[in-house]
C-alpha cells in the first residue's frame, strides 16, 4: 500500500485486509506522508499481529506517485501481489477469490474481480464513469474469461475499464516492468499494455471483492478538470498507435489514436472549466476532446496544448490512485516463464500461450469488450 492522504481512509483500507478470510496475505505499506500518529499505528499493528504479517515504513523525503509505486514493486517478496489503494476497501473474500482465479489460470499474468464503487462516505455508489465503464466498455460475461491480444489492447484503448488497484499480479511480472516515471494519471494502463503487446493473458471475474473509493480529490480529477491530464493522455495514446502499428495491430493503433473514451470525458468537463472561468482549462479540454487524432509536424500532439507528462516527483494524491497489499502464497502464480506469444518490446512472458477457455456464458464471451473512460 503506497499511502499518503487521508488517514481514517488508509485504516479503513488496512483493517480490510486484516478481515480476510483467507490468511494468506503479507502487507507491506509505504507512506509517502507526514501525517502524525501513523508510525505509532502501525507500530501497534505490527506489534499485534507480528512482522511476518505487517511492514511498515516511512520515506525520508516525498517520492511521489509513481515514486512511491516504484518503491513499493521493490519491497515485494510473495509471488502474487495487489496495490490496494489506500482509500479502498477489500470485501472479505478477495484474498481467496484472487488467488483461487490465479491457480485455476496459472498462464494468465494478472486477476481481476469484480468490484463495487463507494464515495466519500463509504456508501456503494455507481457514478456516470463508473456506469459506461460497465455497460458500454467492459466485457460481457458469467463467471471467468480469459482475455488477450489484440481484441484486448482495443478494448482497454477504447475506454480502461479494469481498476488498478483490485487487480492482483503476477509478481514476477509487475516487477520486470514496474511504472513510467514520466506518467502520473495512465501509468496503470500503460503497464497493463506493456504485458498485453507482449503475448500476455489476463482473466476477468464477476466475483464482487473490492470497493474502489471514487471522490473528487484524486490527482487524476484534479489534473481533469485543469485540462493537465490530457497533455499525458494524448501523448501516451498517440505513442501507443505508433506500437501496435509496428506489432501489425491496426484496430489496435486505431483505437489508440481515436481514445474516444477520453475525448468524451474531457468534453463532458467543458461546462464545469467554463463555470470556473477557465480559460487555460477550456482551451486544452477543447482541442483534446475535438482536435487532430495525430502528432503535428513538430513530434507534439496536435491540439493538445501543453505536451508531455507530470513528473513523479510532487506531492502524490490520496490513495484513489492505487496502492500495494496482499499476496501470500498463491499456489499455480510463480509458473516458471514461457515465450511471449506476439512480437513484444519486453522478453519472456509466463502468461504467454493459450491459457485454456475460462467459465463464461451470455454475449460477451469472445475476447473483443468494448471499452470504457479512464479513471
Not at 42 to 65: C, M, Q, V, W
Not at 276 to 303: D, K
Request: charged letters at 20%; aromatic letters at 6%.
Amino acid at each position: 500500500m503506497p499511502y499518503y492522504g487521508d488517514v481514517a481512509m488508509m485504516q479503513e483500507a488496512v483493517r480490510s485486509v486484516l478481515a480476510q478470510r483467507d490468511p494468506h496475505w503479507r502487507l507491506t505499506v509505504v507512506d509517502d506522508g507526514t501525517e502524525p500518529g501513523v508510525p505509532e499505528w502501525f507500530a501497534g499493528l505490527i506489534a499485534e499481529h507480528g512482522p511476518d504479517k505487517i511492514s511498515y515504513e516511512r520515506n525520508e523525503t516525498n517520492l511521489g506517485i509513481t515514486g512511491n509505486f516504484q518503491k513499493c514493486l521493490s519491497l515485494v517478496t510473495q509471488p502474487l501481489v495487489t496495490m490496494i489503494g489506500s482509500d479502498d476497501r477489500l470485501l472479505p473474500d478477495y484474498i481467496g477469490t484472487v488467488r483461487a482465479l490465479m491457480r485455476d489460470y496459472p498462464r494468465v499474468c494478472l486477476a481481476q474481480p469484480g468490484v463495487e464503487v463507494i464515495d466519500e462516505n463509504g456508501e456503494v455508489v455507481e457514478p456516470w464513469v463508473d456506469k459506461v465503464k460497465r455497460r458500454v466498455y467492459a466485457p460481457r460475461f458469467r463467471g471467468a474469461l480469459v482475455l488477450g491480444g489484440e481484441s484486448l489492447a482495443v478494448s482497454l484503448l477504447r475506454g480502461n475499464w479494469m481498476y488498478f488497484p483490485a487487480i492482483c499480479w503476477r509478481a514476477d511480472v509487475i516487477t520486470e516492468v514496474g511504472f513510467n516515471p514520466n506518467l502520473r494519471v495512465v501509468q496503470d494502463l500503460a503497464l497493463t499494455l506493456e504485458w498485453v503487446r507482449a503475448g500476455a493473458q489476463i482473466v476477468v471475474s464477476d466475483t464482487v471483492c473490492f470497493q474502489y473509493r471514487r471522490h473528487a480529490v484524486s490527482v487524476s480529477s484534479e489534473r481533469a478538470h485543469s485540462g493537465a491530464r490530457f497533455a499525458e493522455e494524448r501523448d501516451f495514446f498517440l505513442d501507443e498507435a505508433v506500437k501496435m502499428d509496428g506489432l501489425g495491430w491496426r484496430h489496435a493503433a486505431r483505437a489508440a489514436r481515436l481514445h474516444l473514451s477520453s475525448r468524451l470525458h474531457a468534453a463532458t468537463l467543458l461546462p464545469g472549466a467554463l463555470r470556473r472561468g477557465s480559460r487555460n482549462g477550456v482551451r486544452t479540454l477543447a482541442a483534446y476532446a475535438f482536435g487532430p487524432t495525430r502528432r503535428g509536424a513538430g513530434g507534439s500532439a496536435a491540439g493538445s496544448g501543453a505536451a508531455g507528462s507530470g513528473s513523479a516527483g510532487s506531492g502524490s494524491g490520496p490513495g484513489s490512485a492505487g496502492s500495494a497489499s496482499s499476496a501470500g502464497s498463491g499456489p499455480g502464480s510463480a509458473d516458471s516463464a514461457s515465450s511471449a506469444g506476439s512480437a513484444g518490446s519486453i522478453g519472456p512472458v509466463g502468461s504467454a500461450g493459450s491459457a485454456g477457455s475460462a467459465r463464461s456464458a451470455g454475449s460477451g464471451s469472445s475476447a473483443t469488450p468494448t471499452r470504457g473512460p479512464a479513471r
